[in-house]
């Protein structure tokens, strides 16, 4: 078994607590580089035991803010914390301008806490792909609470929950009626809503609103999604917003619910990697095998159908 | 997981060390890396050199720039290059903009700062140099 096995020298560095190979290796996972599967690869077993705790919300909510004060929060309470801020590449230059550190204070010489800013690297859906295998390396690096901030989220930017335990939407008064709480995506995935901004009037309005919404009943799993007001600006409400997370935290202990969860987010990465790796495949043979490149051009006359194409490329395939 | 034939982003770490609020240039220069294709970590304003310092390893960055309009680089600049050789990692260059007399980007240059941008230099000639440093270092 893995466990058994000896740790390469990064994986134990890591272990160990060496924030500089860490670092290294986080930038090895997003730049696909070879050396850094193997370290990840060694490290699984150790890791899925922490909370993971996903921030997203729309553009300008103050997801970032909501962080500080939840890592000022937590080292108050004693508990580590490792930080991944998600911002977007450009689709244009595939550069990007990482701001997330500007709201983030702490003193210089805390060893507990971890933050790295992450280019989402053409990855739509808020979360970059090499996202969930670093909240893994913090894992593994032995923080007691990870949280990722997504990229400002669009309504159905939803994939913080394949990395997250605990969702947490960040809003703020005005962002719409209540039909907008209605609506499918990003108000579902929430297990905790955040009113940031909550000095703001309006604050009480959206509140009662989401309150309607979460009164309705919840989808999922006799969760009912908490509902808290923060300001970042004077402090408020983030002793309550962790209280609430923490709740659902052990709501997952309690019920099982994390177990079928995390089975969950591991089915839907191990397809996707196959997918990836398939498609891949695909491709390749699609350029070169004459056969193959004969089928596409016949699809393009009209000749055949994508259908009947991708039916007889899956037999190819070995699959059905 | 190796697939991309795309070299990897180049990481640069923006940061102004010092008092003064003039981030105009920083955010400029920022947004040029950025449109030339680096993953620039903008770390605001009055950032003390252990700041910048520990933002650079946790960030993992190839290059880092300093942005400076007070006055104070002569105490500032050396102190980051200090740390920097502190923790091994004198490996990332550092280049440096802002108001600095030649006889100051004299010295420190011998100091280490690996190039200094006045008033007046180009987006062009930053962008270009910013990537030979910082493909030097990556």
């Known amino acids: ?320 | 997981m190796a697939r991309t034939t795309k070299p990897s982003p180049l990481r640069v770490l923006i940061a102004k060390p010092g008092l003064d609020g003039h981030d105009r240039g920083a955010k400029v220069v920022a947004r040029a890396l950025r449109d030339a294709g680096f993953e620039v970590i903008y770390a605001g304003l009055r950032q003390t050199p252990e700041e910048i310092v520990r933002a650079a390893l946790e960030e993992d960055v190839d290059l880092i720039g300093l942005s400076i309009l007070s006055g104070a680089h002569m105490a500032l600049f050396p102190k980051v290059l200090a740390l920097l050789k502190k923790e091994r990692a004198s490996s990332i260059p550092v280049f440096a903009g802002g108001i600095i007399p030649d006889e100051d980007a004299r010295r420190l240059k011998k100091a280490g700062i690996r190039a200094i941008f006045g008033p007046g230099t180009s987006l062009e000639e930053i962008v270009t140099t910013a990537q030979r440093l910082a493909r030097s270092a990556a």
Not at chain 1, 127 to 134: F, K
Not at chain 1, 205 to 213: I, Y
Not at chain 1, 216 to 238: E, K
């Open chain 1, 1 to 320: 078994m893995t466990r058994a096995r000896p740790l390469p020298p990064a994986a134990r560095a890591i272990v160990s607590g060496d924030r500089r190979a860490l670092a290294r290796v986080i930038s090895q996972v997003e730049n696909r580089e070879p050396s850094a599967a193997s370290v990840a690869r060694a490290l699984y077993p150790r890791t899925g035991k922490k909370p993971v705790i996903g921030v997203t919300g729309p553009l300008g909510v103050g997801k970032s803010s909501v962080i500080n004060r939840l890592v000022a929060r937590l080292r108050d309470l004693d508990r580590t914390v490792g930080v991944v801020a998600v911002d977007p590449s450009s689709p244009y230059s595939g550069g990007s301008v990482l701001g997330d550190r500007i709201r983030f204070e702490r003193r210089v010489d805390d060893a507990g806490v971890f933050f790295r800013s992450m280019a989402s690297r053409g990855e739509v859906g808020g979360i970059a792909a090499a996202t969930r295998e670093v909240t893994r390396l913090l894992d593994a690096a032995g923080f007691d609470v990870i949280l990722v901030e997504t990229v400002g989220s669009g309504q159905v930017d939803l994939a913080v929950r394949d990395v997250a335990t605990t969702s947490v939407v960040v809003l703020v008064p005005h962002l719409g009626d209540e039909v907008q709480t209605l609506k499918a995506g990003l108000f579902e995935i929430a297990d905790v809503f955040c009113v940031n901004k909550a000095d703001l009037p309006g604050a009480d309005v959206a509140r009662r609103d989401l309150a309607e919404l979460v009164g309705l009943g919840g989808a999922r799993s006799g969760w009912r999604p908490r509902i808290v007001a923060t300001s970042t600006t004077q402090p408020s409400g983030i002793e309550e917003l962790w209280s609430a997370i923490e709740a659902h935290e052990e709501f997952l202990d309690r019920t099982g619910a994390r177990r079928a969860d995390e089975r969950r987010r591991v089915s839907a990465e191990i397809v996707e990697l196959v997918r990836e790796r398939v498609g891949r495949e695909l491709t390749r043979r699609l350029e070169r095998e004459p056969e193959l490149r004969r089928w596409v051009d016949r699809a393009v006359e009209r000749t055949l159908d994508p259908h009947t194409v991708a039916d007889r490329l899956a037999r190819a395939l070995g699959s059905r």
